[in-house]
């Protein structure tokens, strides 16, 4: 014990005397979270608060174009663009604007378009009535001789596909709501002239049911998501500092004295591994403290961690031990600062990225999300979410905690390994 006291004390006397590593450790980790949550919060304060200006050329003047304008404006999410110093756009001045960057998008509705709509309506509204023996006689139109009409949209080219994807399911919805309502209103007013026969009021709704806790829904937020997600790119930046500083040992013969002592090399690997794990601690309750208590002052959701703070120390406790026995192997097999530095950053960089920090694994392709599991911070991930995000139990994340820590296991042990037969030969 007194020996591994000592190593221990040899590596904090070391972190001390690098004030770059510790301002790497700690500022860096608190500096990326409170930005990645601000700009976060404030893209969904301005997509839910500030309305996006969308060009809307009105071919048509019809019911069709006027519900269009309607629902468009009644969603409290659009500002409505048809002119322009007083004159009305026309569609190529719209593309062109729109191509520009000067407008997310513009919305051109086609001639005709209620016209022929209400046609194909009355068309299919008469055959309907026809074959139950409502009808008539002829039907007043061919449906054949009403051709499809397309709705035009223009995008930004530096507009997102989620935008564009929101965008054209939600037209395609008004749209649709539309037709349904002349279909009923036809067939009310073929049936009955004064009684009103049918509801237009929608029948299905959606209700999103949240997680409970207790009798408290559990609403997910940017914080709940970026405080595990970042505290965890936190510890495995220790891989940077935790290399270096093995191949500064190798390259000043720190680490051949240290061999020559009556103790096992095992020693010397828990002494940095200790260290290195009271960082990570400090990391983890530093960023979680951020998230209770400086968020709210920054007008962002604090961090509700009732209940679950022991959970999530573990969780960060698996992880910090993965995190190390990843820069021990990487400070093994590394000969020099500029292989273990470089390597070190951007190895941390990857695996965070195909680990879900960044994208969730579900938007990912399927076979980066095969690759996703196996990177140790997405099991550490997963398991910051378990906790926080869907109430597990330790029973729930033994799973993914055993994980963590046969990778620490397994990296240090190959760390020890290959040391051995590099001195052996």
Not at 390 to 400: C, F, K, S, T, V
């Amino acid at each position: 014990m007194h020996k591994l006291w000592a190593s221990v004390k040899k590596e904090s006397l070391l972190l001390r005397r690098d004030a770059g590593a510790l301002i790497i450790l700690f500022v860096m980790p608190l500096a990326l979270i409170i930005t990645v949550t601000l700009i976060q919060q404030g893209s969904f304060k301005t997509l839910s608060n500030a309305k996006i200006p969308v060009v809307l050329i009105d071919n048509d003047r019809g019911n069709v174009s006027r519900g269009i304008r309607e629902n468009l404006e009644n969603s409290g999410s659009f500002e409505i663009i048809s002119e322009r110093e007083g004159k009305p756009l026309t569609e190529t001045q719209a593309r062109d604007a729109v191509f520009k960057g000067l407008y997310p998008m513009a919305v051109i509705v086609p001639e005709n378009l209620s016209a022929d709509l209400n046609q194909k309506v009355q068309v299919n509204v008469d055959k309907i009535l026809k074959d139950v023996g409502l009808g008539d006689g002829e039907t007043k139109a061919i449906a054949s001789e009403v051709e499809p009409k397309e709705i035009r949209l223009y995008f930004d080219p530096a507009t997102q596909l989620a935008f564009k994807s929101a965008v054209k399911n939600s037209i395609d919805k008004m749209v649709s709501e539309l037709e349904v309502q002349s279909v009923y209103s036809l067939f009310q007013e073929q049936l009955s002239d004064s009684v009103a026969i049918f509801s237009q009021k929608s029948f299905l709704h959606f209700k999103e049911i949240m997680p409970v806790n207790g009798s408290r829904e559990v609403i997910p937020n940017a914080t709940q998501h970026n405080v595990p997600a970042w505290t965890l790119f936190a510890i495995f930046f220790i891989v940077i500092p935790l290399s270096i500083n093995l191949v500064k040992e190798k390259g000043q013969g720190t680490l051949v004295r240290l061999r020559t002592l009556p103790m096992p090399y095992g020693v010397v690997i828990m002494g940095k591994t200790v260290t290195f794990l009271v960082i990570c601690m400090i990391q983890f309750y530093l960023m979680v403290a951020v998230g209770i208590y400086l968020f709210p002052l920054l007008g962002l959701e604090p961090l509700q961690v009732e209940g679950k703070l022991l959970l999530m120390s573990v969780v960060a406790l698996c992880s910090g031990f993965a995190a190390i026995g990843f820069g021990i192997l990487l400070g093994t097999v590394s000969q020099t600062q500029e292989q273990s530095a470089p390597f070190g950053a951007t190895s941390v960089v990857i695996l965070a990225a195909i680990g879900g920090v960044w994208v969730p694994v579900f938007a990912m392709p399927a076979f980066m999300q095969f690759v996703s599991g196996l990177s140790p911070m997405n099991w550490g991930l997963n398991a910051f979410y378990d906790v926080i995000l869907r109430n597990a139990h330790l029973a729930d994340i033994l799973p993914r905690l055993a994980s963590l820590l046969v990778f620490f296991i397994l990296m240090t042990g190959i760390s020890i390994l290959y040391d051995e037969k590099k001195r052996a030969v």
